[in-house]
């Protein structure tokens, strides 16, 4: 069971998630504050798996209260606007869930929770390198991985997650470590959390870059080497 919390000064919107945590099977509600500051005294004297916080609120809000834990569990932003999508990255979170939200978008992001946690257990590393793939070691065993099936990486804490067409893979250490890894001709550093692979990126939508389902950010400090790399992809 995923013990979890929920932070918003919001009742309805506290409501729908405490319903959706009952219905969901394997996640507990183990409180609810209208407040950061309180749900701040909470986090200091309990541990917590998942805590579904809430942008807007008045005093401190949420991202002043992520950024105040020095250690937070794993976090999903649940906001009415969609532009804290790009700092909540730079904050680590896994999801971000756009009001009002639904069972079906709040199931996908505790998906991706149980996703890496079970990867995050595996202590999977990267190992050698040759002409386009990489060794992935987990325990005893060593996988080989080709870069044409990386579409990009993303950080999270302390842990790089690969992307692949086939499923995911979680990496102990810095997007910047596991970049140095990869071939700087295939793969951009589009924001301080993500890389993508080049010849994977179908659109560019203003700061975003669209993979299939994922929209990945595209950084202040990044934009010029992501327009000068990318420059015959479709615009809206």
């Not at 000064?9 to 500051?37: H, I, K, M, S, W």
């Amino acid at each position: 069971m995923l013990n979890c919390i929920v932070i918003d000064d919001e009742p309805l919107a506290q409501d729908l998630l405490a319903g959706y945590l009952g219905q969901e099977g394997t996640t507990r509600l183990v409180a609810r504050f209208n407040n950061a500051y309180a749900a701040q005294t909470f986090l200091q004297h309990h541990k917590v798996d998942v805590i579904f916080l809430d942008i807007e609120m008045p005093e401190m809000n949420g991202i002043e209260l992520l950024r105040s834990l020095p250690n937070p569990p794993i976090t999903i932003f649940t906001t009415a606007f969609r532009d804290y999508a790009f700092e909540g990255f730079e904050l680590g979170v896994i999801d971000f869930l756009l009001k009002p939200i639904s069972f079906p978008r709040f199931q996908l992001a505790i998906g991706r929770v149980k996703d890496f946690l079970a990867l995050q257990s595996e202590e999977t590393s990267l190992d050698k390198t040759g002409p386009g793939f990489i060794f992935v070691k987990s325990g005893v065993t060593r996988i080989k991985l080709s870069f044409s099936d990386v579409t990009h990486i993303q950080g999270l804490k302390d842990y790089a997650i690969i992307h692949t067409t086939t499923g995911k893979i979680v990496i102990k250490g810095s997007v910047k470590s596991v970049h140095q890894l990869f071939p700087a001709g295939q793969f951009i550093r589009t924001h301080k959390s993500f890389i993508v692979a080049t010849d994977k990126v179908k659109r560019i939508e203003k700061n975003k870059i669209l993979i299939g389902i994922h929209e990945i950010p595209i950084g202040r400090s990044y934009k010029t080497d992501v327009e000068q790399r990318i420059t015959r992809l479709p615009r809206p």
